[in-house]
Nanobody, 121 residues
Framework: QVQLVESGGGLVQAGGSLRLSCAVS????????MGWYRQAPGKQRELVAV???????DYADFVKGRFTISRDNAKNTVYLQMNSLKPEDTAVYYC???????????????WGQGTQVTVSS
């Protein structure tokens, strides 16, 4: 299986930036794609961004132009650079190892503990 550990969250003012990290270990060579999700209190978990093993990326409309997903294979780490943060970005952010096929991301069964992002107005 794949083990995922998210970090980098914190408290930031609206308009600020954070960079989240996801350390990946385990069966890393079986990973087709990585996704970042977020879950706000009382809401369902939603997909934020995807990066494939080939380096292609895709984003949810609500973060497009503000967030950037990237990968450092040497460090087995996936990042989410979050700029121009808004209060509605407040959520617990999770990374996930899954598959991206035909413009759809299929999440895997392993999740990290998540990292809290809080954006104040």
């Amino acid at each position: 299986q794949v083990q995922l550990v998210e970090s980098g969250g914190g408290l930031v003012q609206a308009g600020g930036s954070l960079r989240l990290s996801c350390a990946v270990s385990g069966s890393i060579f079986s990973i087709n794609a990585m996704g970042w999700y977020r879950q706000a209190p009382g809401k369902q978990r939603e997909l934020v961004a995807v990066i494939t093993s080939g380096g292609s990326t895709d984003y949810a409309d609500f973060v497009k132009g503000r967030f950037t997903i990237s990968r450092d294979n040497a460090k087995n780490t996936v990042y989410l650079q979050m700029n121009s943060l808004k209060p509605e970005d407040t959520a617990v952010y999770y990374c996930n190892a899954g598959d991206y096929r035909g413009n759809y991301y299929y999440h895997g069964g392993s999740w990290g503990q998540g990292t809290q992002v809080t954006v104040s107005s």
